[in-house]
């Protein structure tokens, strides 16, 4: 079946530590890719999104994600998270074949930072 | 402030009520989208517009769920006779007609935190 799986529902890092939150697809064709940030009481923010091309895609806050066609996954990464990057994560796609940009996300990932 | 703007923020209704709620898109946006997001969960599509024209609209639309965008402007979602399986954060984005899949950009709004007791 098609979908988008992020498989940490929850993920605690310390303030300065690097960060990864992982994101996988099942689609037959390489999905339109996206990272969106949720805080408490905000909408969803566009972090960054991969169409094609270079498969490093750097986004907003300093986050970046990669693109591995092999392991059909589009992990979030940033060097090193503040305290206000405490927020719920959701990786999405646009399956490449639809014409109405409807995105399907997955069920998130809820960042926690320690001081 | 130009971004997708959502009324009410909060809704609290009892069981058997009618609810409506209101989304202003981002000005000159075409496309208008409605989506449902239960808690632990990620968005889920309800419907979208083209304009005035709703194009899709998901299983997860119920008879009791209603969508207007009447003058290709602000949209209205209503549920009638609201269940507790309607509690949810309804969040509406609009983007341009040349979509995502290009460089422009989905705007969400903050939602309406729907409350069925």
């Known amino acids: 079946a098609q979908s988008v799986t992020q498989p940490d529902i929850h993920i605690t890092v310390s303030e300065g530590a690097s960060l990864e939150l992982r994101c996988n697809y099942s689609?037959?064709?390489?999905?339109?890719l996206f990272w969106y940030v949720q805080s408490p009481g905000q909408g969803l923010q566009l972090l960054l999104k991969?169409?094609?091309?270079?498969?490093l895609v750097q986004g907003i806050k300093g986050f970046e994600a990669e693109f591995k066609r092999s392991q059909s996954s589009f992990n979030l990464r940033k060097p090193s998270v503040h305290w206000s990057d405490a927020a719920e994560y959701f990786c999405a796609v646009v399956p490449s074949m639809n014409r109405d940009d409807k995105i399907i996300f997955g069920k998130g990932t809820r960042l926690h930072i320690l001081p | 402030d130009t971004g997708v703007s959502q009324d009410p923020r909060h809704k609290i209704t009892k069981r058997g009520q009618n609810v409506t709620f209101r989304c202003d898109p981002i000005s000159e946006h075409n496309r208008l989208y409605w989506y449902r997001q239960t808690l632990g969960q990620g968005p889920e599509f309800l419907t979208y517009?083209?304009?005035?024209?709703?194009?899709?609209k998901s299983r997860l639309l119920s008879d009791r769920f209603s969508a207007e965008r009447p003058k290709g402007s602000f949209s209205t979602l209503e549920i009638q006779r609201t269940e507790q399986g309607d509690s949810a954060m309804y969040l509406c984005a609009s983007s341009s007609g040349t979509g995502i899949t290009t460089n422009e950009k989905l705007f969400f709004g903050s939602g309406t935190q729907l409350s069925v007791l």
């Open positions: 991969y169409f094609s091309g270079d498969t």
């Open positions: 689609y037959g064709a390489t999905p339109y």
């Open positions: 517009f083209q304009n005035e024209a709703q194009l899709e």
